[in-house]
């Protein structure tokens, strides 16, 4: 019997969270919905947005995103929410801060590496003998 009593409570507690669409009605809020799953990262593909990933888990966020929008909540405010719990990972624009340099240095020293190895084998390639 306090099985069924939990189950109840749950499905009691879980129901707004659940009564939110997959689309809203009003184009202006379905409109901020996609831009700001747009601006946020699936931590599953982690290539791709919430607005393009399949992956279960970009599900959830998504219907997480769309419940803080429908509960008032400021772009600002889902993104501060999200980072808290996932980290600056999740925005697919990251700060540039101490935790964030590799994410943001690591395609221009790999370039200027792969330069220099280029130039380094043309000058060895050029030497007479």
């Known amino acids: 019997m306090k099985k069924a009593g939990a189950v109840f409570l749950f499905l009691f507690l879980a129901a707004p969270a659940l009564a939110v669409p997959e689309t ?57 929410f999200l980072v808290a719990r996932y980290g600056n990972f999740i925005l697919m624009e990251p700060p540039f801060e101490a935790d964030t340099y590799a994410l943001w240095l690591t395609p221009f020293l790999a370039l200027v590496l792969g330069g220099g190895i280029a130039f380094w084998v043309v000058r060895r390639a050029q030497k007479p003998g």
């Open 24 to 80: 809203f009605s009003n184009p202006a809020m379905e409109l901020r919905a996609r831009h700001l799953q747009r601006e946020l990262r699936c931590l599953v593909c982690q290539g791709e947005s919430l607005d393009e990933s399949g992956a279960p888990l970009a599900a959830d966020l998504r219907h997480l995103v769309r419940a803080q929008i429908a509960a008032g909540k400021s772009d600002d405010e889902i993104k501060t």
